[in-house]
């Protein structure tokens, strides 16, 4: 995805590199005539790239996944013991309870 083309957002990455790996990135970029951003995101789509190409990279993915949703499985059970497991929904907040009354006057 390339910025600006407006869908959904931008992330911004910090990254820390010795002296040394830092001036041999700048030059390397400047050869290619690159910015550093653009190198940059270059050096990760090529290593997104090269971790999908592994061979046990889906089934890595898919224990990253069962993980997920075991996490999720907590958390539910987390929330129903809180409001109980009658199907409960959490108490709105006032902010919310607002946009609604004011939705259902401008719906009467």
């Not at 957002?9 to 910015?35: C, M, N, R």
């Not at 046990?56 to 809180?82: H, Q, Y």
Request: aromatic share 4%.
């Amino acid at each position: 995805m390339e910025p600006g083309n407006g869908k959904t957002g931008i992330k911004t990455l910090g990254l820390k590199l010795p002296d040394e790996l830092h001036a041999q990135f700048a030059l390397v970029a400047q050869l290619d005539g690159l910015s550093l951003t653009d190198a940059m995101r270059r050096s990760v789509e090529l290593y997104v790239e090269h971790n999908q190409a592994q061979p046990d990279f889906a089934a890595r993915a898919a224990a990253v996944l069962e993980e997920i949703e075991r996490e999720a499985a907590a958390r539910r059970g987390a929330i129903e013991a809180l409001f109980g497991n009658t199907g409960t929904q959490p108490v709105e907040t006032k902010a919310t309870s607002k946009r609604r009354s004011s939705e259902a006057s401008v719906q009467a």
